[in-house]
Nanobody
Framework: QVQLVESGGGLVQPGGSLRLSCVVS????????VAWFRQAPGKEREGVSC????????YYADSVKGRFTISRDIAKSTVYLQMNSLKPEDTAAYYC????????????????????WGQGAQVTVSS
């Protein structure tokens, strides 16, 4: 059974940084694409970033390009989301999700492409 566990959320001031981690167990990272989604109160869950199977191709939402970086350590079975220059509008619950599909720029942000989800980590950006 594939399981995902997020960590690293918290409260940070605008302009600050946080790094989220997603530990994947029950499989190896090279068999799954892993993405980060977020959901703010009253809003739909949206794709933030994804790192693909095999070639590790990365995708980002326009709202986070240049500020967030996704990476993975296959040996540690962990995917990271480094978040810099955080804004109040980045406040949300962040979820990691895994898919065994080869995802493209047109599909990575579709939450229905993912079979496994973590429990979420809260990120609050506020002064």
């Amino acid at each position: 059974q594939v399981q995902l566990v997020e960590s690293g959320g918290g409260l940070v001031q605008p302009g600050g940084s946080l790094r989220l981690s997603c530990v994947v167990s029950g499989t190896t990272l090279d068999k799954y694409a892993v993405a980060w989604f977020r959901q703010a109160p009253g809003k739909e869950r949206e794709g933030v970033s994804c790192i693909g199977i095999t070639d590790g191709r990365t995708y980002y939402a326009d709202s986070v390009k240049g500020r967030f970086t996704i990476s993975r350590d296959i040996a540690k079975s962990t995917v990271y989301l480094q978040m810099n220059s955080l804004k109040p509008e980045d406040t949300a619950a962040y979820y990691c999700a895994a898919s065994d599909l080869y995802l493209y720029s047109s599909s990575w942000s579709n939450l229905y492409e993912y079979d496994y989800w973590g429990q979420g980590a809260q990120v609050t950006v506020s002064s």
